[in-house]
């Protein structure tokens, strides 16, 4: 999975609240709506455990602590768990936590130990910023773009071809737009072809993948990368709606996953 850094949790309450202000602007809806729409599913108050870990690099300065910040941000009863890994995972579970959230560097999971249900932070990702893309109101076609097929903009792609919609896909890497075009149908887009789309997910941890032929005059970009794939010049000289936040909009779509 990408490892965020400290700094990418930095005033992570303005991010919210900035980023919620977008969603609701360029789609109409605010994310809990989005997922409610997604999963057919609410939260009410769940009582959630965070399990610091420290295999792999170890903890993320602020990780915990801005989950727990997103958990309240929802109206959910969070709690970071004094000691990590099992020893954590022990207490979450004895303090009769309806929702276990933990990550190590490979994948970052939600658990509802009531239901059963697990969900992973990049499919999750993948499926609601996806959503968000498809959502815009002011959209000329259905015709959508997908920068990225890695796992949360391969699992993105196929929930907007499950929507029905004409998903344009770019990876540089061949095999995997071959394995995209045989296992979802998705579209294979050549950067070099200007295609100009008013949806756009961009899924891949480069800067400046985004072109200014790939972009339409009115366009939403909905990107969980970081850094940012837009160009501030390509923004400057288009209306452009940027949803971008490295973290609450993806644990969001994790907590009603497994609702």
């Known amino acids: 999975m990408a490892l965020l850094t400290p ?3 930095e005033g992570l309450t303005k991010q919210l609240e900035c980023n919620n202000n977008t969603i609701k602007k360029a789609t109409g809806m605010d994310i809990a709506d989005i997922c409610k729409q997604i999963y057919g599913t ?9 399990v610091p870990i420290t295999s792999g690099n170890g903890i993320i300065t602020n990780f915990s602590s801005s989950l727990l910040t997103i958990t309240e941000y929802f109206g959910l ?26 990550a190590d560097d490979h994948i970052f999971i939600a658990h509802n130990m009531k239901n059963g249900k697990i969900a992973t932070n990049h499919v ?21 773009l997908v920068i990225g097929l890695g796992r949360v903009g391969y699992a993105g792609a196929q929930h907007l071809v ?24 998705i579209i294979p887009y050549d950067p070099e072809e200007e295609h100009k ?6 899924a891949t941890p480069n800067p400046n993948t985004i072109s200014e032929g790939m972009v339409a005059e009115r366009c939403l970009v909905s990107t969980p990368g970081i850094p940012c794939g837009l160009p501030e010049d390509i923004g400057e000289r288009n209306e452009i709606d940027l949803v971008m936040e490295p973290l609450m909009i ?5 907590l009603y996953a497994v609702m």
Do not use: N, W
């Open 7 to 9: 700094q990418d949790l």
């Open 42 to 50: 609410t939260l009410d108050g769940e009582k959630v455990g965070i």
């Open 77 to 102: 009863d969070g709690a970071v768990t004094e000691h990590p890994d099992v020893t954590g995972y022990y207490e979450a579970v004895s303090s009769d936590a309806d929702i276990i959230l933990m």
């Open 124 to 144: 999750c990702t993948g499926v609601v910023y996806a959503e968000i893309a498809s959502r815009y109101k002011y959209a000329d076609s259905k015709d959508i």
């Open 162 to 185: 499950k929507r029905d919609f004409d998903v344009y896909a770019y990876d540089p890497d061949r095999e995997t737009m071959e394995k995209a075009r045989k296992e979802l149908g």
């Open 197 to 202: 789309f008013s949806m756009v997910l961009e």
């Open 250 to 254: 993806g644990v969001a779509s994790m």
